[in-house]
Antibody
Framework: VQLRESGPGLVKPSQTLSLTCTVT??????????WSWIRQHPGLGLEWVGY???????YYNPSLESRVAISVDTSTNQFSLNLTSVTAADTAVYYC??????????????WGQGTLVGVSS | DIQMTQSPSSLSASVGDRVTMTCRAS??????LNWYQQKPGKAPELLIN???KLQSGVPSRFSGTGSGTDFTLTISALQPEDFATYYC?????????FGQGTKVEV
């Protein structure tokens, strides 16, 4: 399976950050996986943003829950992230990743290459 | 949320050294612990699943132990390609959290 993020590299403050992850080699409709977004602030650690199951159930980081939405499009085999009302604190590398329920401890077993999104006017 | 604390935050080592790093969870997570390796400018890669299960293709010099709240990642003989940052991650709940990372440097 391969994942690839796409979307604008720069977003203005207060606007909406929108990213898409294209999945190849697997179907977002397959059970046993959660399609995920994880971000990494420059020079810092990893922060889980949220994920969506094949059936459309969503789970979000409580610190972002009021601003985030993840959706899946089975017709294009993509899933997307929308993060509203962004500030400079949302500047980060955003990774899409696959979490597998098929391994005992539900790891993120496949990752996209990551895309840097800056928030600036 | 479950806090994950890694130590040390960085360590200096040489090729051939045995390297050990630890990860502590703020509550009992049984074996729901994964380890990742991240090299500069790259995405993390899964090394170990469920505290001790080596991912396919990962060299046997990597090993993981622990359960409950305390976990260890060991590299038995450090190779040049192992200089990287290592993250632990708990998956007990639907709010996965990562440690802050241990950077292995020369």
């Amino acid at each position: 399976v391969q994942l690839r993020e796409s979307g604008p590299g720069l977003v203005k403050p207060s606007q909406t950050l929108s990213l898409t992850c294209t999945v190849t080699g697997d179907s977002v409709h397959n059970g046993g996986y959660y399609w995920s977004w994880i971000r990494q602030h420059p020079g810092l650690g990893l922060e889980w943003v949220g994920y969506i199951s094949h059936s459309g159930n969503t789970y979000y980081n409580p610190s972002l829950e009021s601003r985030v939405a993840i959706s899946v499009d089975t017709s294009t085999n993509q899933f997307s992230l929308n993060l509203t009302s962004v500030t400079a604190a949302d500047t980060a590398v955003y990774y899409c990743a696959r979490l597998t329920d098929r391994s005992v401890a539900r790891p993120f077993d496949s990752w996209g290459q990551g895309t840097l999104v800056g928030v600036s006017s | 949320d479950i806090q994950m604390t890694q130590s040390p935050s960085s360590l200096s080592a040489s090729v051939g050294d045995r390297v050990t790093m630890t990860c502590r969870a703020s509550q009992n997570i049984a074996y729901y612990l994964n380890w990742y390796q991240q090299k500069p400018g790259k995405a993390p890669e899964l090394l170990i699943n469920a505290a001790s299960k080596l991912q396919s293709g990962v060299p046997s010099r990597f090993s993981g132990t622990g359960s409950g709240t305390d976990f260890t990642l060991t590299i038995s003989a450090l190779q040049p390609e192992d200089f990287a940052t290592y993250y632990c991650q708990q998956s007990l709940t639907d709010f996965p959290t990562f440690g802050q990372g241990t950077k292995v440097e020369v």
